[in-house]
């Protein structure tokens, strides 16, 4: 399967201990070039040595061009991903990555913004966070971690303009300073836009928590930064048609959609494959999807025009692809 979007080659000028298990990688452009443009809420796709790709959100001045900053926690259960920075990933090393995409941008339309980052969710809340600062627009951060030791950017954070907008909440910290979701998303306002990344446990908390009161969804923005992809005893095979051309081909049941398709020479730009990051979106014209993404709003579900091939599957015995 294929990583999205245009290379760069990129090394890694400066890796950094910013917070226990956590480690920042400054990149810069092996040519000395500039490198492209991006905005607050942007990601990039990096090619390990491990030979996997994985996501990781920019969390320097978007007005600067000569580097990318991103930051990794080094996580217990990973995938291989986190692992691989950490452990294979040295100041000197050459890197492939994406240009930035940006699936998690600010709504520059919203009266006040509302940023919760939950422990590494905090790289694109961050980003946002500055961008506010220098527009001189209304916002608060709260910012959720286990422990002040597991804090990234404590530091650059206090030394900000911003730093009296900008809450901490320490797990292992007094109970009158922990984070009071419930009191905080009590009452949506109009203009308000509430923006969260982090765990998955933390975000599943937020949204379910707004969501009961009622937010709009339109005032809603998150990114997962992964998940662990829905199997079922249930799941069995379908079809998937490709309206091109009418071919039929069988998925089975201890296959992904994209997985299936590659095997009969259709390869779709995957990046996650946990249906998080949106590379793989196909458009579905006949059949009902299956969505087991962590990308799409329940309305966007509900629509099935689309889903994400990498992870989600089908209710009915046909899928007919936009392909």
Known sequence: MTMNTSSLNVRVERKTQEALDICTFELVDTSGKPLPAFSAGSHIDVQLPNGITRQYS???????????LI?????????????????????GDTLTISAPRNHFPLAHEAAHSLLLAGGIGVTPILCMAERLAIAGASFEMHYATRSRDRTAFYD??????????????????ASEQKLQLAALLATPKAGTHLYVCGP???????????????W??????????????????????????????GKIVLIPKDETVTQALYKAGVDILTSCEQGVCGTCITRVLEGEPDHRDLYFTPEEQARN?????????SKSPLLVLDL
């Open 156 to 173: 650059r954070i206090a030394r900000s303009s911003f730093a009296s907008k900008v809450q901490f909440h320490f797990d292992d910290g």
């Open 200 to 214: 998955k446990g933390f975000m599943d908390a937020v949204l379910a928590t707004a969501r009961a009161n009622s």
């Open 305 to 313: 025009d689309q889903f994400t091939p990498c992870c989600s599957r």
């Open 216 to 245: 709009p969804e339109a005032q809603i923005h998150y990114e997962y930064f992964g998940a662990e992809v829905t199997k079922s005893a249930d799941d069995g095979s379908f079809q998937v048609q490709l309206a091109s051309s």
């Open 58 to 68: 920019l969390c320097n001045d978007p007005q600067e061009s000569h580097r990318y």
């Open 71 to 91: 930051g990794v926690l080094k996580d217990p259960a990973t995938r291989g991903g986190s692992k691989a920075m950490h452990e294979l990933v040295n100041e």
